[in-house]
């Protein structure tokens, strides 16, 4: 199963894991799985159903946004890593 | 949370938003929590990545800029655990923009810059529903008697 890398900010909403095990095909699914395991993540990723600003998903060293975004395919070895930027002003 | 800070940590992170004024600056801030407190234990001032001409109310720390933070910490032993960043000629408060790109669980240190100096330094801490932002109390510690 893929598995996904948690950023330090993020890891009390997923007991303190760094990685997480997820199923699914596609990065959508396994967002989809990471938040079905840690629910209290879910507000935090998401905002009205669209990954928040801050958020990343990368596929090894790859920003998905620049793949095929959510319906960027992935297999049961895939590293996936979410990488906050931080913006403001 | 009540974070504490070095006067010469303090000074660093003021002293880059002076060097970038009128532009935002802004970086890292690494650190450990102990309880509910957390200690400032280096900053690491990153160049702001936003396009030049909009830098004087924008700015942006790229995936990059994270990563190799995230690196620096563990090289020191602590954690990447907040973000600081100026406002220059304007006052030390989180603005919608901040919010609305706000990373949870990190401290925000904003430095108002006036004129090029160093007016005061506040630290925020996101909601947990990301409705706006805390104040926390910083300690500044080593401080110099003048």
Redesign the interface.
Known sequence: MATVRI????R?YTAGNEYVTVSGATVADALDSLVEQYPDLK??LF?EGKLR??V?V?LGEE?TRFLDGPQTPITADSKLLI??????? | MKVTVSAANLRAIEAHGESTYPNEGAGFLLGRQEGDILRIEGVLPIVNKWETGEQYHRYVLTPADYSRAEIEAMKREVDVVGVFHSHPDHVAEPSIWDRDWAVPNMSYFISSIRNGHAADTFSWRLREDHSGFDSEPIEVLNQEAS
């Open positions: 950023p330090t900010p993020l009390p507000p935090h905002n600003s801050f990343n990368f920003d990488i906050p930027s931080i913006a403001g002003g």
